[in-house]
């Protein structure tokens, strides 16, 4: 994987509470990351992050979206 899908990688991991900073290093985090987000996924265990790893974080959504401005209080 290139520097960048790793990093992108990091950031779907990241949805899942991988907290792994994006720098795009296949490091032992993000593989920790990787076999955490594959047995959520009922995925085989392992540290690949197949095509199909990857759909099931694309699907995920963002755990804190954007917050309006409305709904901040002082």
Request: proline letters at 8%.
């Amino acid at each position: 994987m290139t520097k960048a899908e790793i990093e992108r990688l990091q950031t779907l991991l990241n949805k899942t509470g991988g907290l792994l900073e994006l720098d795009g290093a296949m490091g032992p985090a993000t593989r920790q990351a990787i076999r955490d987000a594959r047995e959520m996924a009922g995925a085989t265990p392992g540290e690949e992050a197949d095509d199909a790893l990857l759909r099931w974080l694309d699907r995920l959504p963002d755990p804190c979206p954007a917050l309006p401005a409305e709904g901040v209080c002082f």
